[in-house]
């Protein structure tokens, strides 16, 4: 039921808009370092690397 629900893209994630758009410089850059996400459950740690991941690996399936 959760992945019905969960963001696709960075685009669609509500988060702080500074931390995505680093995310995003990032990746346009092609020059993303090892990143550690931590808080508690429920704050969009999964969401953000799974739609980070889909647009770094466009053609690949995620599931």
């Known amino acids: 039921m959760v992945e019905k629900y969960r963001p696709q893209t960075l685009n ?5 808009q500074d931390i ?3 995310i995003q410089k990032f ?4 020059r993303l370092p090892h990143l550690l996400l931590y808080g508690p459950p429920g704050t969009g740690k999964t969401s953000t690397i ?3 991941a889909k647009q770094l690996y466009k053609d690949k399936e995620f599931g």
């Open 50 to 52: 799974l739609a980070c």
């Open 27 to 30: 990746i346009i850059e092609d």
């Open 12 to 16: 669609d994630l509500i988060s702080h």
């Open 20 to 22: 995505l758009s680093t």
